[in-house]
């Protein structure tokens, strides 16, 4: 503070005087009622922005890849929402995710009624496959499911059920199911999300997601701001279907909107299914602005147009007409055959309106009509040895998910109702800068138990190859390739050692400073 006066003194003060006197206090008290204030709350500001700003993009980007999550597909599913004392909600869904029938099983108190009950919904409705919330009791319920000796050919799957219970009682859910009460609307979310998480999740105000850090403490229009961005890109991204999705779903879509998404839906719900992108046309308030934006976002399986699948723009349909008719073939040949794809020169059909770089994105959109970006779905199970934190052993090795990334780690879950923390110097062998350049939500992953903190409910994982067990303190080191939190001493010259520095508790328990952040 005395350099900072000092400076601020000699462009003021030239010569010494009973006049220089009073410029100096005049000096002083600027700077210290003045000016230091507005410089400290000018880079608590800017310092409180970039902070928002990484949090904001680690949210971001940890519900997109939640969004963007493989889908199982189109199959009928048995979902369970699990549960000890009301028992475990159970509902029936078809292949479009319709509720065919609900009901409640007790495997605890009643286990043979529950046994005969659920064999019967598998074989009564053509069950193929089982969703099992991830929530209380979730666990048990997979066991006891396990023992009822279903074909192989049906899998069961635990899914997160974070914010299925905000859905049970929005307006949204209110609308789909005014008949059901919130069991059941909880227990339709689930199975839903294992048939197409995007779908699903963008029904959800994406803050009630669970994922990322900080999420309360960031400027609030910005994180809205950024996620509905990031929900408009996924949903554009994967494309929609027009004859089965719903208003909400398509309202992210590019030139649509909640009043237009509503439309569509009443139209199709008086007319019937949509045969081809051209229908659009005749919902009321779509007009042609909207329809060029919205169109190539819009798939239609089996529509009046081979290409009404795919992610070719209608404008486009003639183009791709010519190419086939210049061939001697048809569109849906040009699909099939990629022998005929490759006699087609490109560069004959550049014009004004469409360059090389829209027909080569034809041509791969020819390749693969209406390809899903997302990965292929593939099934997952938790270890069948462990259930409770009790259960876990230091040393441990276990197949986990990955539920957040923050930028101190990742959390994983393993099985036993309480994620565990893989810290940012556990992620890998090497040296790791971001933890999203390593993990990301909903990733499979093998981890090591490396320590367990049963009074504080706490379990630290660990993703290298060779763990150290046990608590980190400061004395043991920096870990593989991590950067050490101390300097170490200058070159040049036998400096004496410096005197010992009392520890301090975030050096001595990574484990609880991380938690700490999260908080």
Not at 91 to 104: E, P, S, T
Not at 279 to 292: I, N, S
Request: aromatic letters at 6%; charged letters at 25%.
């Amino acid at each position: 503070e005395s350099a900072a006066f000092a400076a601020v003194q000699a462009l003021f003060v030239r010569g010494r005087s009973p006049a220089a006197d009073q410029v100096v206090l005049a000096v002083q008290d600027a700077c210290k009622r003045l000016l230091c204030p507005a410089m400290e709350t000018e880079m608590r500001l800017e310092s409180k922005k970039r902070a928002d700003e990484a949090a904001i993009r680690v949210f971001a980007g940890n519900v997109r890849e939640l969004l963007l999550a493989a889908p199982l597909g189109q199959r009928a599913v048995m979902a369970i929402d699990p549960g000890f004392r009301t028992g475990c909600k159970t509902v029936l869904l078809d292949r479009q995710g319709k509720l065919l029938h609900n009901d409640v099983v007790f495997p605890d108190r009643d286990p043979s009624e529950a046994r005969e009950k659920l064999l019967g919904f598998v074989k009564f409705f053509k069950v193929e496959a089982i969703a099992i919330g991830n929530g209380t009791a979730g666990r048990e319920t997979e066991a006891f499911v396990r023992t009822l000796g279903l074909p192989a050919s049906i899998p069961l799957v635990m899914v997160n059920e974070s914010g299925a219970s905000i859905y049970s009682a929005s307006e949204v859910a209110r609308e789909e199911f005014p008949d059901h009460d919130l069991t059941v609307r909880g227990a339709v979310s689930i199975g839903r999300r294992l048939m197409d998480p995007l779908a699903e999740l963008v029904k959800l105000d994406p803050k009630s997601i669970g994922v990322g850090q900080y999420q309360h403490d960031v400027e609030q229009s910005a994180l809205k701001r950024s996620l509905d961005d990031t929900v408009v890109s996924a949903v554009n991204g994967v494309g929609v279907e027009l004859n089965t999705a719903s208003k909400q779903l398509l309202s992210y879509v590019s030139g649509l909107n909640a009043a237009t998404a509503a439309a569509i839906v009443a139209r199709r719900n008086e007319k019937g299914a949509f045969r081809s992108r051209a229908d659009l046309r005749e919902v009321p308030r779509l007009g042609p602005k909207a329809f060029e934006q919205a169109a190539g976002f819009l798939r239609i399986r089996n529509g009046a147009h081979p290409l009404d699948a795919s992610a070719v723009h209608p404008e486009r349909y003639d183009l791709v007409d010519k190419m086939a008719a210049d061939l001697g073939t048809t569109v849906p040949d040009l699909i099939r055959d990629g022998k005929l794809r490759a006699k087609i020169k490109l560069e004959t059909y550049v014009t004004p309106e469409v360059g090389l770089p829209t027909l080569t994105d034809i041509m791969a959109e020819l390749a693969k009509p209406g390809r899903d970006p997302r990965e292929k779905f593939e099934v997952f199970a938790f270890s069948a040895d462990v259930h409770r934190p009790e259960d876990l052993k230091p040393g441990m090795k276990l197949p986990g998910i990955v539920t957040n990334v923050t930028a101190f780690g990742a959390f994983v879950d393993i099985g036993v109702h309480q994620d565990g923390l893989v810290h940012v110097s556990q992620l890998a062998d090497s040296f790791v800068k971001e933890p999203s350049a390593v993990v990301k939500p909903g990733q499979k992953v093998q981890v090591t138990v490396t320590e367990i903190d049963l009074p504080r409910n706490r379990i630290a994982l660990s993703m290298r190859s060779n763990p150290t067990l046990g608590p980190k303190t400061a004395n043991s080191g920096s870990p593989g390739g991590q950067r050490s939190p101390g300097g170490g001493p200058r070159p040049g010259g036998n400096a004496a050692p410096a005197a010992p520095r009392a520890p301090a508790a975030v050096n001595n328990d990574w484990f609880a400073a991380a938690l700490n952040k999260k908080r």
